[in-house]
């Protein structure tokens, strides 16, 4: 069975951090790409951060120089530190994975979703 196990979720104040993590639970022969995505309250899901099997990553302008994406391949784990948070970045964030099962199949699969709410 394939699962993302997202975590780290929560209420902080603005200026606050949080730190996100989504682990692959499979029988992985391969990791790809990993990245993070939010959908707030009445808008569309978006990109927020990526990062390929070898390091390099990707942001989004709105939060560049404030989050870090990285990645741990011998736990199959993908991390967002989120920094300087404000409450334009209440949202429910998404940890998507592509990976390539021991069976074969090449899998791209969403976590379920962790809600991070900036509030004073």
């Known amino acids: 069975q394939v699962q993302l196990v997202e975590s780290g979720g929560g209420l902080v104040q603005p200026g606050g951090s949080l730190r996100l993590s989504c682990a692959v639970s499979a029988r992985i022969s391969s990791m790809h790409g990993m990245g993070w995505y939010r959908q707030a309250p009445g808008k569309q899901r978006e990109l927020v951060a990526t990062v390929t099997s070898g390091g390099s990553a990707y942001y989004v302008d709105s939060v560049k120089g404030r989050f870090t994406i990285s990645r741990d391949n011998a736990k199959n784990t993908a991390y967002l530190q989120m920094n300087s948070l404000s409450p334009e970045d209440t949202a429910v964030y998404y940890c998507?994975?592509?990976?390539?099962?021991?069976?074969?199949?090449?899998?791209?699969?969403w976590g379920q979703g962790t809600q991070v709410t900036v509030s004073s």
């Open positions: 998507n994975a592509k990976f390539t099962l021991s069976s074969g199949p090449t899998i791209n699969s």
